[in-house]
């Protein structure tokens, strides 16, 4: 039996882990703002959790799903920054601290990429607000001596499961509007421009790469990285075989039973976000992302292809026969 501590566990990868474990057998214990066995608010407790314990994971951070506000993007890039400087400084202060802590980053750390994919050894890193995020967090985790554990950032791509993103995206293909995510140009304001929150359009016809990962494979990979102690830094949480938008709609309109798409334009989609509270960059950003450490190592996916690991969520039963039996990577 392992003894786990999650950070950030009220989430929708986290809660997948906790049960996960605690089916296993595992002890798992978390910290979270509120509801978890320690509070931010309180360092002892976290000191208490993580001081003899295997595995800290850590995946603390304010959803990206909301606008691009001053006041927003102050808290996604504070509430990544703060925790993971708090439980760096709670290792290096226990007698026992994990040998191993995985820490959430984001693919979205590369630049947007349609025309090749982005590896961690030859992928280019962006510009913009959240590429900002992304590298300031790697930044303040991998920042001081911690001698007894090792640090693995995951740069994770889009995660399917059920409750994930997917959810809205199977919903709109129900209602005829599942067609592909067409870009184009906008105009953008001198603020947005000097905040990095402005996509700039490059990839017409809904050709924009889409990485994505199912929700399994992502604690699978955890799992695998956990036993190589030769891995540490930045890995990529991908399938090997992402996908492009256009395809990913057609893909989810098959599987739900819908005979049309519409097609959403930048323009709708620029009014649409701003209705529901969100950025079309989390839809139109070009992300051509491969785990290609992963795959070196002999990592093993469940699920790499689209269709089967969509099936698993919008038709679960003959998700699980498309996908073919585990294996343990």
């Given at each position: 039996?392992?003894?786990?501590?999650?950070?950030?566990?009220?989430?929708?990868?986290?809660?997948?882990?906790?049960?996960?474990?605690?089916?296993?057998?595992?002890?798992?214990?978390?910290?979270?703002?509120?509801?978890?066995?320690?509070?931010?608010?309180?360092?002892?407790?976290?000191?208490?959790l993580?001081?003899?314990?295997?595995?800290?994971?850590?995946?603390?951070?304010?959803?990206?799903?909301?606008?691009?506000?001053?006041?927003?993007?102050?808290?996604?890039?504070?509430?990544?920054?703060?925790?993971?400087?708090?439980?760096?400084?709670?290792?290096?202060?226990?007698?026992?601290?994990?040998?191993?802590?995985?820490?959430?980053?984001?693919?979205?750390?590369?630049?947007?990429?349609?025309?090749?994919?982005?590896?961690?050894?030859?992928?280019?890193?962006?510009?913009?607000?959240?590429?900002?995020?992304?590298?300031?967090?790697?930044?303040?985790?991998?920042?001081?001596?911690?001698?007894?554990?090792?640090?693995v950032?995951?740069?994770?791509?889009?995660?399917?499961?059920?409750?994930?993103?997917?959810?809205?995206?199977?919903?709109?293909a129900?209602?005829?509007?599942?067609?592909?995510?067409?870009?184009?140009?906008?105009?953008?304001?001198?603020?947005?421009?000097?905040?990095?929150?402005?996509?700039?359009?490059?990839t017409?016809?809904?050709?924009?790469?889409?990485?994505?990962?199912?929700?399994?494979?992502?604690?699978?990979?955890?799992?695998?990285?956990?036993?190589r102690?030769?891995?540490?830094?930045?890995?990529?949480?991908?399938?090997?075989?992402?996908?492009?938008?256009?395809?990913?709609?057609?893909?989810?309109?098959?599987?739900?039973?819908?005979?049309?798409?519409?097609?959403?334009?930048?323009?709708?989609?620029?009014?649409?976000?701003?209705?529901?509270?969100?950025?079309?960059?989390?839809?139109?950003?070009?992300?051509?992302?491969?785990?290609?450490?992963?795959l070196?190592?002999?990592?093993?996916?469940?699920?790499?292809?689209?269709?089967?690991?969509?099936?698993?969520?919008?038709?679960?039963?003959?998700?699980?026969?498309?996908?073919?039996?585990?294996?343990?990577?």
């Amino acid at each position: 039996m392992a003894r786990i501590v999650i950070a950030g566990a009220s989430g929708f990868i986290g809660a997948h882990l906790v049960h996960r474990y605690r089916v296993a057998g595992d002890s798992v214990a978390t910290i979270g703002r509120s509801g978890g066995d320690a509070s931010w608010s309180d360092p002892h407790a976290i000191r208490r959790l993580l001081d003899g314990a295997d595995v800290l994971v850590n995946l603390a951070g304010r959803s990206v799903n909301c606008r691009y506000t001053p006041a927003n993007r102050e808290a996604i890039m504070q509430s990544r920054l703060t925790t993971t400087a708090e439980l760096r400084e709670a290792v290096a202060d226990v007698d026992e601290p994990p040998a191993v802590w995985f820490n959430s980053s984001t693919a979205t750390i590369y630049r947007h990429a349609d025309d090749r994919p982005m590896t961690e050894s030859s992928g280019e890193l962006g510009t913009g607000f959240s590429v900002a995020v992304a590298k300031a967090w790697e930044r303040e985790f991998f920042d001081g001596e911690l001698p007894m554990t090792r640090r693995v950032a995951l740069r994770i791509a889009i995660v399917l499961g059920d409750g994930s993103a997917l959810r809205p995206l199977a919903m709109l293909a129900r209602l005829g509007l599942g067609g592909a995510h067409l870009d184009g140009r906008w105009p953008s304001s001198r603020a947005r421009r000097g905040a990095g929150t402005q996509h700039v359009f490059r990839t017409p016809r809904g050709r924009q790469r889409f990485s994505w990962v199912h929700v399994e494979d992502v604690a699978r990979a955890i799992d695998f990285l956990r036993d190589r102690a030769d891995l540490s830094g930045p890995v990529n949480v991908s399938s090997p075989n992402p996908s492009d938008d256009r395809t990913l709609m057609r893909t989810i309109r098959r599987l739900v039973g819908a005979p049309v798409g519409l097609p959403t334009t930048r323009w709708m989609l620029e009014l649409g976000s701003a209705v529901i509270g969100t950025e079309t960059e989390l839809l139109l950003k070009s992300r051509w992302v491969l785990p290609q450490r992963l795959l070196d190592a002999g990592f093993e996916f469940r699920y790499p292809e689209l269709e089967p690991a969509l099936a698993s969520i919008l038709r679960p039963t003959e998700g699980a026969v498309a996908a073919g039996p585990a294996r343990l990577g």
